[in-house]
C-alpha cells in the first residue's frame, strides 16, 4: 500500500528560485529516505533523515521531519535546470530498508 | 560505486507470452527489489529476496514469479504477460549494512 504522498504533484519554477516539496505518511518510521529519478531512469538516493531527527542538509538540500505531524518537506535551494526531475519519499518502518514504502512523487521542472 | 543493471530498457511483447526480467548488481548486496511504477501511484514492490533461493512477496504479486539462483541476479517472470503489466519495472538492491536503495535504470515493458 502507497503509505507516501506527496505534494505538490508538479511544482514549475525558475532557475535560482528554491522548491519546497513535502510528503505525507501514516504510519510511524524508523527513516524517511528521498530518491531523485531523472526522466525515464532510475531512482538515486539524495538524503535520509531518521525519527530522531528533525533536519538535515545536504548542499543545496534540506530536509526536515515532523513525526507529530508525521510529514516531511524537501527544499531544494537555488534551483539548477539541472535539477529538473521526479522527488519520490520513501520511508522506512523498520531501519532495515528491506521495505521501503514510496510516495506517488512530486515532478518538478526548472526553466531557465 | 555500486552498479545495478537491467537486462532492457525497452520490451514489447503480445498478451499471453512469457517474459523474463533479468537484473544483475555488482556489489554482492544481500538484497533485491522488483518494483513497478505507474503514473499516479508511485513505486510500488512486486518481489524482493533476502538471499539467494529466498524470496517474499511484496503488495502486488499476483500474476509474477521471481527467480534468485546467485547472489548478483534477481529476475522478474510474468508466466502469461497481460495488457495490465504494461508498467516500468525497477529492480533495486542493497547490501553492507547501508540504509538506502540503489537502483537499475528501469525496463519499460509494453503488452499488445
Known amino acids: 500500500s502507497q503509505q507516501g504522498e506527496e505534494d505538490p504533484q508538479a511544482l514549475s519554477i525558475q532557475e535560482g528560485e528554491n522548491a519546497t516539496m513535502n510528503c505525507s505518511y501514516k504510519?510511524?518510521?524508523?527513516?524517511l529516505q528521498w530518491y531523485r529519478q531523472n526522466s525515464g531512469r532510475g531512482l538515486v538516493h539524495l538524503i535520509l533523515?531518521?525519527?530522531?531527527?528533525r533536519e538535515k542538509h545536504s548542499g543545496r538540500l534540506r530536509v526536515t521531519l515532523d513525526t507529530s505531524k508525521k510529514s516531511s518537506s524537501l527544499l531544494i535551494t537555488a534551483s539548477r535546470a539541472a535539477d529538473t526531475a521526479s522527488y519520490f519519499c520513501?520511508?522506512?518502518?523498520?531501519?532495515?530498508?528491506?521495505?521501503?514504502?514510496f510516495g506517488t512523487g512530486t515532478r518538478l521542472q526548472v526553466t531557465l | 560505486d555500486v552498479k545495478v543493471t537491467q537486462s532492457s530498457r525497452y520490451l514489447v511483447k503480445r498478451t499471453g507470452e512469457k517474459v523474463f526480467l533479468e537484473c544483475v548488481q555488482d556489489?554482492?548486496?544481500?538484497?533485491m527489489f522488483w518494483y513497478r511504477q505507474d503514473p499516479g501511484l508511485g513505486l510500488r514492490l512486486i518481489y524482493f529476496?533476502?538471499?539467494?533461493?529466498?524470496?517474499e512477496k511484496g503488495d502486488i504479486p499476483e500474476g509474477y514469479s521471481v527467480s534468485r539462483e546467485k547472489k548478483e541476479r534477481f529476475s522478474l517472470i510474468l508466466e502469461s504477460a497481460s495488457t495490465n503489466q504494461t508498467s516500468m519495472y525497477l529492480c533495486?538492491?542493497?547490501?553492507?549494512?547501508?540504509?538506502?536503495?540503489?537502483f537499475g535504470p528501469g525496463t519499460r515493458l509494453l503488452v499488445l
Open positions: 533495486a538492491s542493497k547490501g553492507g549494512g547501508r540504509e538506502t536503495q540503489y
Open positions: 504510519t510511524s518510521i524508523n527513516n
Open positions: 533523515i531518521r525519527s530522531n531527527e
Open positions: 520513501a520511508t522506512d518502518a523498520d531501519g532495515t530498508a528491506s521495505k521501503l514504502t
Open positions: 556489489m554482492d548486496h544481500e538484497n
Open positions: 529476496s533476502y538471499d539467494v533461493k529466498m524470496k
